[in-house]
């Protein structure tokens, strides 16, 4: 017998399908009740699905495309919308913050993570129904709460307060306030605190699953970002110096190789998005690198869209000879340039922008590429171990410990080819380490919820000439059409009614 359920209002009917690996289940599909308590692989097929779902993209519901790409990064200072002037006016009132709760992007982001969840909570449903051992049970719930911890990390970062769906609800729930209505961002952040504890305490260490799975480091990792916006500073100290101290990761000697093929799953990456080539040519995040691709306007094929440049702030922000600068930021210079896989940009008149993102880019004749320009295989890199040390010495400064916070700030410098900070005193060494942030993290979509949670995000949007007002684009809308579906019951953040 099969078993659907239908989610309310901003959800979708999901279901998953049957395959053995992370490219062989499709977005949506379908697994039994009865296929799960009788087959031990449908667990792990159902897992898969919700890993899947995070190639969700496109001009539609979004999780990790182009949509998750104008929200987390044309938003901020590091990045300018990019194409033509007037290309996808839905980015452009986001670049210019004029969106408000009817923009299309803001829609597409709420739907796809909701989704996403949605996706989770079934699996959580059935998986106790499996008849795998209990250790193996427990690791797969774990890999999903850490996947359901994660999705809601960024709908909370993105909107503050959201619904809080924890579960599959009963049909009698559809329509219950507890579905329709706002849970506190503190509650959702207890949610996702609650997710992450059980993924640290069930999941494996890197080495001991297979490639791409989510790992107690991963969990442990996550978990040390969502305390250090909760400025939990000590459980951020604790939990970060877990990883570093567990020998297994450390950062790559070549910067710029982190987000090519050669890169993927490296010593330096603690949780990444999983992609590749398959027959259907789909196992990719839809319309992620072709998105931020370079546009041409004239005499030759291009490689994308052209949307989200590096911006000429972020430019004069890395310091003379840091080797991560060119390692972000294509610059089309004006006789032609060169890529690092030997191809060349005609010319700067060829193309409609300055400046293209690098960690973007996917080479199409030295990285595998199965024809499908929409799905590029580019992992997404989630987290890293660049981040970790970060994480660690904003903890360490800010509990007094300013030698350990500069000794992890110098590792990240000395890769990068600068020489030691010579940051001192707590209030100089939290700007260093939030410039560093600024460098080492650039165009990977967390700069403005760092601006939003160091409180200087009104500052840098209008020094940017961006049009933030405070008070209010410190969050994003609730989307207008989410607000009639449940009738009212949800209700605005402040400044968009």
Known sequence: MKKYVIIPAFFLLISFSC??????????????????????NAAVDLVNGVYNIMWLGGFGPDVH???????????????????????????????????????????????????????????????????????????????VRFLRGYFYFNLVRTFGGVPKIDKVPAPEEANSDSIQTRASADDIYALIISDLQFAVDHLPLKGATPVGRATKGAAQGMLAKVYMYRKNWQQAFDLSGEVINSGLYDTLSNYADIWRTKGANSIESIFEVQTGTNAACDAAIQIYANSQGIRAKMGWTDFGFGFNNPSADLVAAYEPGDKRKDATII????????????????????????????????????????????????????????????????????????????????????????????????????????????????????????LVRQGRAGQVMRAHGKNFVDGRHELFPIPQEQILLSNNRLKQNPGYN
């Open 19 to 40: 395959g053995r690996g992370f490219l062989d289940v499709p977005p949506q599909g379908r697994v039994t009740e009865e296929e799960i308590r009788t087959n031990p």
């Open 331 to 450: 610059t089309i210079q004006p006789n032609g340039t060169f890529l690092w896989d030997g191809f060349r940009v005609p010319s700067r008149d060829s193309v409609e922008n300055d400046r293209y993102n690098y960690k973007a880019y996917h080479s199409r004749t030295q990285e595998p590429y199965c024809g499908n320009p929409d799905r590029t295989p580019k992992n997404l890199r989630i987290l890293r171990y660049g981040e970790i040390l970060l994480i660690y010495a904003e903890a360490a400064n800010e509990l007094g410990n300013t030698g350990e916070a500069i000794a992890k700030l110098n590792i990240v410098r000395r890769r990068a080819g600068l020489p030691n900070t010579t940051a001192a005193g707590q209030a100089d060494l939290r700007m260093a380490i939030w410039k560093e942030r600024r460098v080492e993290l650039a165009m990977e979509h967390d700069r403005f919820w760092d």
């Open 65 to 143: 495309g182009l949509q998750f790409v104008v929200i987390t990064s044309i938003v901020s200072d590091d990045a300018d919308k990019g194409s033509t002037p007037q290309d996808y006016g839905p980015a452009l009132e986001i670049d210019n913050f004029t969106y408000g709760p009817s923009n299309q992007n803001v829609q597409n982001f709420w739907t796809g993570y909701y989704q996403a969840i949605a996706r989770a909570n079934q699996a959580l449903d059935k998986l106790p129904l499996s008849p795998l051992e209990e250790t193996e049970k427990n690791r797969l719930i774990g890999e």
